[in-house]
């Protein structure tokens, strides 16, 4: 499995008795997917869904999500809810994790319960049929009051239900129940109603006796419910319970020994559930193919790129988008390969492939820290310009060339611009990096640099320079890389980025001229940061074809920041936001989800 799939509901205001999903690659560090919104609304029963739970049908290439038919928000109290509340079981199916049918609702309550709370299920081989249990208040015959129990029936479809039987009873109320498979045990976890603390059992067979397993820790841990189990992808198992009494949400629990019913509790710092409080849900480890998936299809805030990019050239060649980014996650921005991702629609991108690997013989004259790339085409033909770090550990910028602009790229066995060439022309900079492509006509022009801006013609095979053309910029307040130019009705808009990329206060400056070299008026900043979109900036612009309409790809770090405790400024992803001119016909601050 690679990565986890959280359906729950956030709370008890207007809307908030719905499912949500949250998307995670690690199991401890959650993006909340669909803008935050629900993905699913009942329209049918209390009109509303809480307890949501996901479940894989591997012989049907189904899944199902199954909730609870109840909404505290419409005013009717606890008692009510649960003393004659739904006997009904929210119940929908997908084929994908992305298209759901509508809910219907399954009658599953024993006749005399007074509702149908937290159901789950599980599959069992012997019966050849999946296992529902929920709880639900009831008073049997010879009691002298109504408890909550846990009740079960058997569906191979989710459709029909065998008739509901007591699975699991206690002398005081229990709820919430969760069970897990590991090397042929079976393991459940209950909410004492009562005390509002888990019991942790085990048995050797699904519907067989279970036996308690002690646990100082889950005795000592009150005012949680919701409890859920997972493998994380480390091979220790993490129960996470809702911290409901405190409003706090989900925390998780470590253990890597079953059988020993010892749990340490992680760290703050070691997990983050995402924006919103997640209450009482289920989570379903998915394959690489499904995460990627929903990923695509639910995740609508700036960052289009699914895993840590930065540095990213966005272009258009025909009807498809590209971007070519940095490959980022490594110590000291120290990675070696470049990929390629494409889209027909500009928003969902897919990773081609790796098109040039610095650490190889690919480029001669590298030894890696492969970055800042970008590309440009010419009669067919399409030449990727990149960083790269020489043996002497000086950066110098490459071009490689291809007939596709997905590759394969053939590199130039020296690189186009170095150190040394600068100072040949009566110039110098902080490092020869951060190359971005230019067009006036026919003419190719690069512009790179570190702490000082350049721009620097190409010649006509688009592999070397012209180096009498190299031109020092003005203007440029606060410049440490990356600048990109776009022409607009006649004006010259100069944008780049400053401070430094490990920065929270990296951000993209702004300036304006009435020559491409020159000087640069300073009209202010159009990039910065915004809640956890911290450290914007190294960007690039796209004029959409045949329109008066403009995208700009930029990095950020890694989210959520939690999960990076250190090196945020080699822990980036990449995002995309529109770009827009006012009335005066200057570029608009950017604005960022």
């Given at each position: 499995?690679s990565?986890?799939?959280?359906?729950?509901?956030?709370?008890?205001?207007?809307?908030?008795?719905q499912?949500?999903?949250?998307?995670?690659r690690?199991?401890?560090?959650?993006?909340?997917?669909?803008?935050?919104?629900?993905?699913?609304?009942?329209?049918?029963?209390?009109?509303?869904?809480?307890?949501?739970?996901?479940?894989?049908?591997?012989?049907?290439?189904?899944?199902?999500?199954?909730?609870?038919?109840?909404?505290?928000?419409?005013?009717?109290?606890?008692k009510?809810?649960?003393?004659?509340?739904?006997?009904?079981?929210?119940?929908?199916?997908?084929?994908?994790?992305?298209?759901?049918?509508?809910?219907?609702?399954?009658?599953?309550?024993?006749?005399?319960?007074?509702?149908?709370?937290?159901?789950?299920?599980?599959?069992?081989?012997?019966?050849?049929?999946?296992?529902?249990?929920?709880?639900?208040?009831i008073?049997?015959?010879?009691?002298d009051?109504?408890?909550?129990?846990?009740?079960?029936?058997?569906?191979?479809?989710?459709?029909?239900?065998?008739?509901?039987?007591?699975?699991?009873?206690?002398?005081?109320?229990?709820?919430?129940?969760?069970?897990?498979?590991?090397?042929?045990?079976?393991?459940?976890?209950?909410?004492?109603?009562?005390?509002?603390?888990?019991?942790?059992?085990?048995?050797?067979?699904?519907?067989?006796?279970?036996?308690?397993?002690?646990?100082?820790?889950?005795?000592?841990?009150?005012?949680?419910?919701?409890?859920?189990?997972?493998?994380?992808?480390?091979?220790?198992?993490?129960?996470?319970?809702?911290?409901?009494?405190a409003?706090k949400?989900?925390?998780?629990?470590?253990?890597?020994?079953?059988?020993?019913?010892?749990?340490v509790?992680?760290?703050?710092?070691?997990?983050?559930?995402?924006?919103?409080?997640?209450?009482?849900?289920?989570?379903?480890?998915?394959?690489?193919?499904?995460?990627?998936?929903?990923?695509?299809?639910?995740?609508?805030?700036?960052?289009v790129?699914?895993?840590?990019?930065?540095?990213?050239?966005l272009?258009?060649?025909?009807?498809?988008?590209?971007?070519?980014?940095?490959?980022?996650g490594?110590?000291?921005?120290?990675?070696?390969?470049?990929?390629?991702?494409?889209?027909?629609?500009?928003?969902?991108?897919?990773?081609?492939?790796?098109?040039?690997?610095l650490?190889?013989?690919?480029?001669?004259?590298?030894?890696?820290?492969?970055?800042?790339?970008?590309?440009?085409?010419?009669?067919?033909?399409?030449?990727?310009?990149?960083?790269?770090?020489?043996?002497?550990?000086?950066?110098?910028?490459?071009?490689?060339?291809?007939?596709?602009?997905?590759?394969?790229?053939?590199?130039?066995?020296?690189?186009?611009?170095?150190?040394?060439?600068?100072?040949?022309?009566?110039?110098?900079?902080?490092?020869?990096?951060?190359?971005?492509?230019?067009?006036?006509?026919?003419?190719?022009?690069?512009?790179?640099?570190?702490?000082?801006?350049?721009?620097?013609?190409?010649?006509?095979d688009?592999?070397?320079?012209?180096?009498?053309?190299?031109?020092?910029?003005?203007?440029?307040?606060?410049?440490?890389?990356?600048?990109?130019?776009?022409?607009?009705?006649?004006?010259?808009?100069?944008?780049?980025?400053?401070?430094?990329?490990?920065?929270?206060?990296?951000?993209v400056?702004?300036?304006?001229?009435?020559?491409?070299?020159?000087?640069?008026?300073?009209?202010?900043?159009?990039?910065?940061?915004?809640?956890e979109?911290?450290?914007?900036?190294?960007?690039?612009?796209?004029?959409?074809?045949?329109?008066?309409?403009?995208?700009?790809?930029?990095?950020?770090?890694?989210?959520?920041?939690?999960?990076?405790?250190?090196?945020?400024?080699?822990h980036?992803?990449?995002?995309?936001?529109?770009?827009?001119?006012?009335?005066?016909?200057?570029?608009?601050?950017?604005?960022?989800?």
């Open positions: 499995m990565g986890y799939l959280f359906a729950h509901f956030t709370g008890e205001k207007k809307g908030e008795e499912v949500y999903f949250a998307l995670s690690d199991g401890l560090f959650w993006k909340d997917m669909n803008e935050g919104r629900p993905v699913l609304t009942s329209d049918r029963g209390e009109k509303g869904a809480r307890d949501p739970f996901l479940i894989r049908d591997t012989r049907r290439k189904k899944y199902y999500l199954i909730a609870t038919d109840l909404r505290i928000e419409a005013g009717k109290g606890w009510v809810a649960q003393e004659e509340g739904s006997p009904y079981l929210l119940v929908w199916e997908s084929e994908d994790l992305i298209h759901w049918s509508e809910e219907r609702m399954c009658k599953i309550a024993p006749e005399g319960a007074g509702c149908v709370w937290a159901p789950e299920a599980i599959f069992d081989e012997e019966r050849g049929a999946f296992l529902v249990f929920w709880a639900s208040k008073q049997l015959s010879g009691e009051r109504a408890k909550h129990r846990i009740f079960a029936s058997y569906t191979k479809d989710f459709v029909d239900f065998s008739e509901p039987f007591v699975f699991l009873e206690r002398d005081e109320d229990v709820i919430d129940t969760t069970i897990f498979v590991s090397e042929g045990k079976y393991y459940r976890i209950s909410k004492d109603e009562t005390t509002s603390r888990l019991i942790f059992e085990v048995a050797d067979s699904l519907t067989g006796v279970y036996t308690e397993l002690p646990s100082d820790f889950l005795a000592a841990l009150a005012g949680v419910e919701g409890p859920e189990c997972y493998r994380l992808p480390d091979g220790r198992w993490c129960l996470i319970a809702d911290r409901f009494k409003g949400g989900y925390m998780p629990i470590y253990i890597e020994d079953l059988q020993s019913g010892s749990f509790a992680a760290e703050e710092e070691e997990f983050d559930f995402g924006r919103s409080t997640k209450r009482h849900g289920g989570v379903l480890p998915l394959t690489d193919e499904e995460y990627r998936a929903v990923w695509e299809a639910l995740h609508e805030d700036d960052q790129l699914e895993g840590l990019y930065a540095d990213p050239d272009v258009q060649f025909g009807d498809t988008f590209y971007l070519y980014p940095t490959t980022d490594f110590t000291n921005w120290s990675g070696s390969e470049f990929s390629v991702f494409s889209s027909k629609d500009g928003r969902h991108f897919e990773n081609r492939g790796k098109i040039l690997d650490a190889s013989e690919d480029v001669p004259w590298a030894v890696g820290y492969a970055w800042a790339p970008c590309i440009a085409e010419k009669n067919g033909n399409y030449y990727f310009y990149f960083c790269g770090k020489r043996e002497d550990g000086k950066s110098c910028i490459g071009v490689a060339k291809a007939e596709s602009p997905l590759g394969p790229f053939l590199a130039e066995k020296e690189p186009l611009l170095t150190p040394e060439l600068l100072l040949e022309c009566q110039h110098k900079a902080a490092a020869v990096i951060d190359p971005s492509v230019y067009w006036e006509g026919e003419d190719c022009y690069l512009v790179f640099g570190n702490c000082e801006p350049f721009l620097v013609k190409l010649t006509e688009m592999l070397h320079i012209e180096p009498e053309s190299l031109t020092w910029f003005a203007g440029a307040v606060d410049f440490r890389e990356s600048m990109i130019i776009t022409k607009r009705e006649g004006i010259y808009h100069f944008t780049w980025s400053c401070d430094d990329t490990g920065s929270e206060n990296y951000h400056n702004y300036g304006t001229s009435d020559c491409l070299t020159g000087p640069i008026r300073f009209e202010g900043c159009i990039l910065e940061k915004k809640g979109s911290l450290g914007t900036g190294h960007h690039s612009i796209l004029k959409l074809d045949g329109k008066d309409e403009y995208r700009i790809a930029y990095h950020r770090f890694g989210t959520p920041l939690k999960k990076y405790k250190e090196g945020k400024g080699f980036r992803e990449v995002c995309m936001a529109e770009l827009t001119f006012g009335e005066d016909g200057k570029m608009q601050k950017v604005k960022i989800r």
